[in-house]
């Protein structure tokens, strides 16, 4: 074979392997939501689960949803952006720094299943909480920390130096320079890395299953954080795995949509107000 | 307390200057003049503490979930657990072998599915696609990311298991249908870092090769992904880490059954799955809580080991930036 010839067939080759993951994407979008499209009515999205007859609902569970993510990125995003920001602004090449870099990639790289270990330890036996939405937001925002730290250091590190030259030649503090220039310069970074974050704590399960645990209030709202909250994400595969309903595909395809649903509005909606503020930055920056 | 002097130094630079401009007063001041340098040690150490939280808590979670493990020891022998397959709680008998080789297995599987491709979609990307196209691209690879595992799971069950089912030995779940749903799992980590790292060689390397007279398949085939060889690596190692701590879509389409795989698509377990499906039966404490810590301390130590590799993997990075 010609080398003209297994260039052409290599190109063709990479042609259809991009396409081809495009091409899964779409249909895996369409397949899922086309599933459980003709589950979802506002009745679905609002009355409680049932335990054994048709019919129920996943409100209570959308809500701990959104309510466990709401929690968890409270926990974390503190903590995540300020030891990103350490890292991106403060730390010097010495031992710390690398011990600290070292610590935050092998958190990233810690089984979601080990997290929920972990924090079973700590909220379910040693502070015998029992399972409470409060035990899982709090062990799930252990897996959104190392992902913070990381894109809070990426877009801090990512603001030019001369914005800081200038701000310390008006004699701004460091701590001036950081909150009034670079950080809101870093905001489409730090929004793009939130929406990542949130997207990925959305559909966890692993970890809430022993720390939120499999029930829910039946009513709706429950905002009490000390009571079991189990999530959307976690209904899909209980209700699929050992659910006595009778229409618990329907539920579990209905579930699976909306998830995606939400999962595309995130991506969306969190999405295209980042690129604005980017352009907007971008172009004053320029 | 020396080291974090060293490293206050600049800030300590910075003070002086500002205490030299005190009489300008520029709006950045905000009226705390006195109080800046102040403000600048204090959320210095705030950050400081913030970062030294990631150590405190990888270390806490090694320990915690490492003490309960080893209690493990107590009521069956090392090589018991490692080398046995009988699992049989009930009886005393916890070899867990079936299910770290079932790890293994189905982490080996699935970089053997989705690396190759993966890959193709990384020089696609990288160096193929044309402008708009990887504009869609990018965008519909996060999108990957934000898919639920247990998403996958029950697209896993609802298609892959009847396919495999079908063609193959019915009914289908297995390291195989496993396999297949965590290679599109892993696909958006493996490709988007070797994207990065073919994208980040010299585009010296590139003309060079063209000027030689290569065509643009040559050029990519011995000249590109040697030379980005270390972020490829890197990206497969953590593709395998993803692909080793997966837990719900692997539940939902594994099978569930503490065999020993003889083929690919009969019933078994790996160790993720049989964490957290026996988990809740299991009374904190008892010898088979502590060996279902121990698979997780196994889990846990090979995760880490992986990224200690990447370490040594990303400090050869020859090329690429």
Known sequence: MSKRLTDQVATVFLWLAGGFILALLVWFLQYTVGQGWSQITWGFLTTPPKELDAGGGIGPELFNTFYILVLSLALSLPVGMGAGIYLAEYAKKSWLTDMIRLSTESLASVPSVVFGLFGSIIFVTTFKLGFTILGGAATLALLNLPVLVRVTEEAVKAVPFSYREAAYALGATKWQTLYRVVLPSALPGLITGINLVAGRALGESAILIFTAGLSVSQKMFDFDLLAPGETLAVHLWYIRAEGLVSDADAIANGSAAVLILVVLVFNLLVGIPSRILHKRFAGKAS | ?321
Request: one cysteine or more; a positive charge; glycine letters at 8%.
């Open chain 2, 1 to 321: 307390m020396l080291l974090l002097w060293v490293e206050t130094d600049r800030g300590a630079n910075m003070e002086l200057a500002t205490q030299a401009d005190c009489t300008k007063k520029s709006t950045l001041y905000a009226g705390r003049n006195s109080s800046a340098g102040f403000y600048d040690r204090v959320t210095r150490y705030l950050f400081l503490a913030c970062a030294v939280l990631m150590t405190v808590l990888i270390v806490s979670i090694v320990l915690f979930v490492g003490k309960q493990g080893i209690k493990t020891f107590q009521a069956v022998s090392f090589a018991e657990f490692f080398t046995s397959t009988q699992w049989q709680p009930d009886a005393g008998k916890f070899g867990a072998l079936t299910f770290i080789f079932g790890t293994f297995a189905l982490t080996g599987l699935t970089i053997l599915l989705g690396g190759p491709l993966a890959l193709a979609g990384a020089v696609f990307m990288a160096k193929v696609a044309p402008g708009w196209l990887r504009e869609i691209l990018k965008p519909a690879i996060e999108l990957f990311v934000g898919i639920p595992s247990v998403v996958y799971g029950l697209v896993g069950m609802t298609v892959v298991i009847p396919k495999i089912g079908e063609y193959l030995t019915p009914p289908g779940y297995g390291l195989l249908a496993a396999a297949i749903v965590l290679s599109i799992m892993i696909l958006p980590t493996v490709l988007s870092v070797s994207e990065d790292a073919l994208r980040s060689l010299p585009s010296t390397l590139e003309e060079a090769s063209y000027a030689l007279g290569a065509t643009r398949w040559q050029t990519i085939w011995r000249v590109l992904i040697p030379a980005a060889m270390p972020g490829i690596l890197t990206a497969i190692i953590l593709g395998m880490a993803r692909a080793i701590g997966e837990t719900m879509a692997v539940l939902m389409v594994i099978g569930n059954s503490p065999q020993f795989p003889k083929s690919l698509t009969v019933p078994t377990s790996v160790l993720t799955t049989e964490i957290i499906l026996e988990m809740g039966h299991t009374p904190f404490g008892s010898a088979w809580n502590n060996a279902l810590f121990l698979m997780a301390l196994v889990l846990l130590l090979v995760t880490l080991s992986l990224i200690l590799i990447v370490r040594f993997v990303g400090k050869r990075r020859g090329f690429a930036q």
